[in-house]
């Protein structure tokens, strides 16, 4: 057979000695975030746990009534499916995986956001960086969780990473969509004014796409649930964990309940972003 | 002086350098695409544009108009060629010289309106100030007198969605206006509202041109709306331009068939007939006046010319000033010696279009006659009117 005598490639022996290179070389880096990053994940997460849990559900409550343009639905279903979270016992779960939630959105937001506008101005950059948004995407995320490990140990910081790489496309694409989506007009119309490239993108383009990339970091924010619950797997706590340690001990029952409060809590988030980019 | 054009050219595509050589060869817009795959936007348009003048680009779309007007404020980059105002070239000036040049001296109203729909009226007359860095108190203070001018003074804090498309254009040209530009370009700015909005439009900026004394660059794909603003036209065909002059001349001295195709389209000129654009005719009675009162008439109506009839109004003739005026000087008392008869003449049906051919090289007024009888008098200045400004087209003769 001529295939046979291909000689064997070792791709995954290069994988591996790039993810240990990686792993040294740049160990500098990682060390300090492991340790700030996790420290700042721990102190949020475990503040968010002091609060009483009834103040924060009359605060989620509040915050969703007037941001549903003060309708009763979305605050009514806050307050019953946060109320079920604590009644279950799986408040203190719920919190971590928020904090978890939170900060890998927002550094998946802070990145994403840029490179979309760096994409929509480039042509070269948009043919570069799109390829590889679908490698991200398409892989599967578990595959992530192996560097992260590698990379940061176990625990939260890793889950943060994994997710940051696997939630990213979506708001990097909208962003470029919405921009390159501003009429041409308009964009004539700031230039023909006098406008400078930054007057343009900040007084034209990114309220013209606010829309568009608003539902980005909705998918973003969405894909960082998921995702965080995957983490799980190398040590993120939360209500991953509980859907894991049932999993492996055929338990159905503490899984679904856990697998409620990931609903819940995907629920108001979806809301709460959804309805951001409504208001006005 | 403020706009000089010479020689500017867009070509779209790779092979600039290849299709300019072949346009210079005198090669067609089409056998440059087939040969070279550019496609030619602009081929070398040269004009220049006086100071407070409408000056009118016409021409069907494809032909390079919409182009033509975003090389002068290079929103598109020339290939070639040179847009001087105020003796700079704008076409060759760096990035800050021509931001510069756009928030100070040219303003754009587009077709489409181009507002910023999150934005209210007053914010988006502010914006070419505000691109400047002027203090909020200053750009509000100069939007509002924008808005003023445009009739929209009482809607600053309306968003653009409320408004009809009239409105939304006025606050288009109070945003070009609020910078204060010395040019204005106008592209295709009416041609998104509906006709009868499109014609107050065009009668308000012409009020507004009264005082302001704006430089206009207009574009336009209607011969109707170009006739009736421009001080003077620019035909466009294929990215060339055909023809420059006033409407008179580019109605009554199509350059080319092209032209003379495009003066034909004008819609009226098939409908409207001499009877509806004549006016009562000024005569004189071939049987009981005299060379004096030939002249008196001319004097008191300020004509250089005047019909001879018979009493039952049978046109016999014309008597010139200039004749008559020698007959008097050599004691001549009839008119039929220095009556001439080669008149043009028309009947009540004739059309406009017949009417141009008639009148263009005519020395004459045209007579319009019914059985031999003169029935009304056509100057060439009521062709012009009619055609520029038909709905108020109304016979007032005969």
Redesign the interface.
């Known amino acids: 057979m001529v295939l046979d005598n291909i000689p064997y490639i070792p791709v995954a022996d290069g994988v591996d000695w790039f993810v240990d290179q990686i792993t040294d070389w740049f160990s500098f880096v990682f060390d300090p975030i492991k340790d700030g990053f996790g420290w700042l994940l721990d102190v949020s997460a475990d503040s968010l746990a002091m609060v009483p849990p009834i103040f924060i559900i009359i605060l989620v409550a509040i915050l969703a009534f007037f941001l549903s343009g003060k309708k009763f639905g979305l605050a009514t279903f806050t307050i019953i499916g946060l109320i079920f979270v604590h009644n279950q016992g799986l408040w203190e779960e719920l919190m971590f995986t928020f904090t978890l939630v939170f900060y890998a959105s927002l550094i998946s937001v802070l990145v994403g956001i840029p490179v979309g506008i760096l994409m929509s101005k480039s042509k070269l950059a948009e043919n570069i960086i799109t390829p590889v948004l679908d490698f991200m995407q398409t892989m599967p995320a578990f595959v992530y969780l192996i560097p992260a490990v590698a990379f940061f140990g176990i625990g939260m910081v890793p889950g943060v990473f994994a997710s940051f790489i696997f939630a990213t496309p979506p708001v990097v694409r909208f962003t470029n969509l919405g921009i390159r989506q501003v ?1 041409k ?2 964009v ?9 490239g930054n ?1 343009k993108l900040f ?2 383009e990114l ?2 796409a ?1 829309r568009t990339i608003m539902a980005g970091v909705n998918q973003t924010v969405m894909l960082s649930l998921s995702m965080v619950v995957i983490a799980s797997m190398i040590g993120a706590p939360g209500l991953g964990r509980e859907v894991l340690s049932a999993l492996q001990r055929a338990d159905a029952g503490p899984g679904f309940v856990a697998g409620f409060g990931i609903v819940i809590l995907a629920i108001i988030i979806d809301r709460f972003t959804q309805n951001l980019n409504k208001e006005k | 002086m403020p706009i000089k054009v010479e020689n500017l050219s867009k070509i779209f595509g790779k092979k600039t350098k290849e299709a300019t050589k072949l346009l210079d060869e005198g090669y067609s817009k089409e056998e440059v695409l087939e040969k070279t795959g550019c496609t030619v936007g602009v081929n070398r348009a040269t004009f220049e544009v006086e100071e407070g003048e409408v000056f009118v680009i016409m021409g069907l779309s494809g032909s390079g108009k919409s182009t033509l007007v ?1 090389l002068l ?1 290079r ?1 598109i980059e020339p290939t070639e060629g040179s847009v001087e105002i105020d003796g700079q070239n704008l076409a060759t000036m760096n990035k800050e010289d021509l ?6 001296k ?3 109203v ?5 507002l ?3 934005r209210t009226v007053l914010d988006n007359a502010e ?2 100030l ?3 860095g002027i203090e909020k108190e200053e750009r509000t203070q100069k939007a509002k007198e924008a808005l003023d001018l445009v009739g929209l003074g009482g809607y600053v804090n309306q968003y653009p969605s409320q408004l009809s498309g009239g409105m939304q254009q006025r606050v288009g040209l109070a ?1 070009a206006l609020t ?1 204060d530009p010395e040019v204005l ?1 106008m592209d295709e700015a009416f041609s998104a509202l509906d006709p009868l909005i499109r014609k107050d439009m065009q009668d308000e900026l012409l009020d507004l041109q009264e005082t302001m004394k704006k430089t206009i660059i207009f574009i336009t794909h209607d011969l109707d709306e170009a006739l009736r603003i421009g001080d003077r036209i620019a035909l466009m065909k294929d990215g060339s331009i055909v023809q420059i002059g006033t409407p008179e001349e580019i109605l009554i001295n199509p350059a080319n068939d092209y032209v003379e195709k495009f003066v034909e389209d004008v819609d009226r000129s098939k409908v409207l007939t001499a009877d509806k654009i004549m006016k009562r005719p000024e005569t004189v009675d071939y049987d009981k006046h005299g060379p004096r009162v030939a002249l008196e008439r001319m004097r008191e109506q300020g004509l250089s010319s005047i019909f001879v009839t018979d009493r039952s109004r049978n046109l016999k003739g014309y008597v010139t000033a200039e004749d008559a005026r020698k007959a008097r000087e050599e004691g001549v008392s009839q008119l039929s010696t220095i009556m001439k008869d080669d008149i043009p003449t028309a009947d009540l049906e004739t059309s406009i279009q017949d009417i141009f051919n008639i009148i263009h090289d005519a020395p004459v007024p045209v007579a319009v006659t019914e059985d031999g009888k003169l029935r009304g008098v056509i100057v060439r200045g009521a062709v012009i009117a009619a055609l520029a400004d038909g709905n108020e087209v109304n016979g007032d003769g005969a």
């Open positions: 009429s007009e308009l004539e119309a700031s230039d023909a004014f006098g406008a400078t007057q007084k034209v309220p013209m606010r | 975003r404020n929103l931001r510069e040049i756009r928030r100070t040219m303003s754009m587009f077709q489409k309106f181009a910023f729909p999150f914006f070419g505000e691109v400047q945003r910078n370009l």
